[in-house]
């Protein structure tokens, strides 16, 4: 009988883990198709490659507490990828590094990473509550403050 219950037991926990996982992975489609919108990015992937620089980025600039704070409120599926980053704040992370750093790793010239970059602070107008938002403008200089979030 004890073997019955533990069987169950780890089916069901099987099965939880499963559901959290497909759940991780649609939020994950829904932001990259939010981020895709918002930026004009050909696909997705690149969406969130973009994502991951632009808040990569904020999370090096900002207090290791603040940077806590904001990536909780980013999707589930998505945390992981920043909250193993070197803690902040790295004054020389900026607005420029940041759209030199989307240029560099997607191909494009300066302008278009510049689009990029206030598209991809678009998107996280929707993503991250006002409130948390505000924190973090706090800590970034007033260029990088209002290419992210204008």
Do not use: C, Y
Not at 69 to 83: A, E, I, N, T, Y
Not at 116 to 141: F, I, K
């Amino acid at each position: 009988m004890q073997q019955g219950r533990t069987t169950e037991r780890a089916e069901g926990s099987r099965r939880r883990d499963a559901r959290h996982e497909a759940r991780a992975r649609q939020t994950s489609v829904e932001t990259a198709r939010l981020v895709q919108e918002a930026t004009g990015l050909e696909s997705p992937e690149r969406a969130l490659e973009a994502l991951e620089i632009v808040v990569g980025g904020v999370v090096r600039r900002i207090t290791p507490t603040e940077a806590n704070d904001f990536v909780w409120q980013l999707p589930g599926g998505l945390k992981d990828r920043w909250l193993d980053l070197r803690a902040g704040p790295d004054r020389n992370v900026t607005r420029e590094t940041v759209a030199l750093e989307l240029a560099r790793q997607l191909g494009f010239n300066v302008e278009r990473a510049e689009f990029v970059l206030r598209g991809v602070g678009l998107a996280l107008t929707d993503l991250v509550s006002e409130g948390e938002l505000e924190q973090v403008r706090n800590q970034v200089p007033e260029d990088f403050r209002e290419v992210l979030w204008s």
